[in-house]
């Protein structure tokens, strides 16, 4: 049986970011299910809006430029005042500060975090992730994940460690704290 939407007037999203390979476009998929609400991937939206491969934009345009449309995007949404939606970030989206100060305004973050192992064997499967093609890409795993733990905690409502954790899991997980979260608004 799928649980009720969290609360009749919660105007909330849920939001979730965390590493590459670390599970959001799954988890926010089965979460999406399970409540319905839509889902929103940012990655999907800018390739939908741009008309390109987010590894065509890191190319042609550079970092950079990507960054300036994942913050247009996460700007338009609280503009929009968008309600009742999981949003699944791309790894690099909480960056930027106010990035992060805009997707807690959004709602409830919730980090998906995962070990350099596991990160390492679930994104060697692929090479669509241009930040990730390197000759040693662990290395390069264990360097940035040093780097942006902290701005991931920095930004999160609820942190879930996600290696050894089944889906269905993590997802009762996220949905129950949630209902806590917005029924103490
Ligand atoms: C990135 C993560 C990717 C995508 C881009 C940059 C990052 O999304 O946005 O390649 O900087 O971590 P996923 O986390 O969905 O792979």
């Known amino acids: 049986m799928s649980p009720s939407p969290i609360t009749a007037e919660a105007p909330k999203n849920i939001i979730l970011i965390g590493f590459m390979g670390c599970g959001k476009s799954t988890v926010g998929r089965a979460i999406s299910q399970q409540l319905n609400y839509p889902l929103l991937d940012t990655d999907h939206y800018i390739e939908e809006q741009t008309g390109s491969k987010i590894s065509q934009i890191f190319q042609q345009h550079g970092e950079s430029y990507f960054r300036d449309l994942e913050t247009d995007l996460v700007t338009q949404l609280l503009q929009k005042d968008i309600a009742k939606q999981i949003i699944s970030t791309g790894g690099g989206l909480p960056l930027r500060k106010i990035n992060r100060s805009i997707l807690k305004s959004l709602g409830y973050v919730v980090w998906l975090k995962a070990g350099a192992d596991c990160i390492h ?58 209902r806590y979260f917005f029924s103490s608004y």
Do not use: F, W
């Open 121 to 178: 064997e679930r994104t060697s499967k692929t090479n669509h992730r241009p930040l990730l093609q390197s000759k040693d890409p662990k290395v390069l795993i264990h360097q940035m994940l040093e780097q942006r733990n902290p701005i991931y905690e920095d930004c999160a409502h609820l942190t879930i460690q996600t290696d050894d954790l089944p889906i269905n899991d993590t997802v009762h997980g996220i949905i129950e704290s949630a």
